[in-house]
């Protein structure tokens, strides 16, 4: 069993987070330029091992793909390109901006801390990973992929 990587998608940086190898606990790992992505993820694996990515899906209110999607599509496709022997999972990312805006309050951050963007994606990460961690999506994976 390896570690999953997480990672919430933007237009401009991506919040990556992972698991630790008996996929137990998820973490935040870093923010980088999603221009920089898929290198980040190659060398990521190099030193670390992932068995699968967990990418976050915007949706919006009602289940449907939010206008978002779209950007997300292609590096999606050039990231299974890159890694392809590396299972790419899409799962549903609503709200995690705002838990991780109540998170950082919950925890005690300041205003300035809270303003940073970065930071808010990286939480957004983890909280996709924690809620991909508990979903009957994984547990299905599980017993269909036997990893």
Do not use: W
């Not at 919430?8 to 980088?32: E, N, Q, Y």
């Not at 992932?50 to 997300?72: A, C, K, Q, W, Y």
């Not at 957004?124 to 299905?140: G, H, M, V």
């Amino acid at each position: 069993m390896g570690r999953i990587l997480a990672i919430d998608f933007g237009r401009k940086r991506c919040g990556i987070a992972a698991t630790d190898p008996l996929r137990i606990v998820a973490s935040g790992v870093s923010t980088v330029a999603t221009a920089q992505l898929i290198s980040f993820v190659q060398e990521y694996r190099r030193a670390n091992g992932i068995d699968f990515i967990v990418v976050g899906e915007p949706r919006d209110m009602h289940g449907n793909p939010s206008e978002s999607t779209r950007f997300l599509r292609p590096v999606i496709a050039r990231l299974r390109a890159a890694i392809p022997d590396l299972p790419v999972l899409s799962f549903d990312e609503r709200f995690t901006s705002v838990l991780a805006h109540r998170a950082m309050l919950d925890g005690g951050l300041g205003k300035m801390a809270r303003r940073d963007k970065a930071l808010v994606d990286e939480i957004s990460a983890t909280i996709i990973l924690n809620d991909f961690l508990a979903s009957r999506q994984y547990q299905e994976y599980k017993e269909t992929e036997q990893i």
